[in-house]
């Protein structure tokens, strides 16, 4: 199985933004959308590679998260 990486930032960004609209909730929105991407991948195409999807899930929601912070800091 090859590894495409073609749609890899587009869940960072999705994640980019939901983590910056819900800051509090990161996590499990990365946990939700990044993990079911990865047990879909790996149920359908055993395709464990995939592990990537939670990796970037995490990374951007929290990085969503901490852009959020920062700005409503800057703003208050």
Not at 23 to 29: E, I, M, N, R, S
Not at 54 to 74: D, P, Q, T
């Amino acid at each position: 199985m090859k590894l495409e990486f073609n749609f890899w930032p587009s869940w960072f960004v999705i994640m980019l933004s939901l983590g910056s609209m819900k800051p509090k909730v990161a996590w499990l929105l990365a946990l939700v959308i990044g993990g079911s991407v990865f047990l879909f991948n790996v149920f359908r195409n055993n395709n464990f590679q995939s592990i990537l999807a939670l990796v970037f899930a995490f990374i951007g929601a929290y990085a969503g998260a901490g852009l959020s912070k920062i700005f409503a800091k800057k703003t208050a």
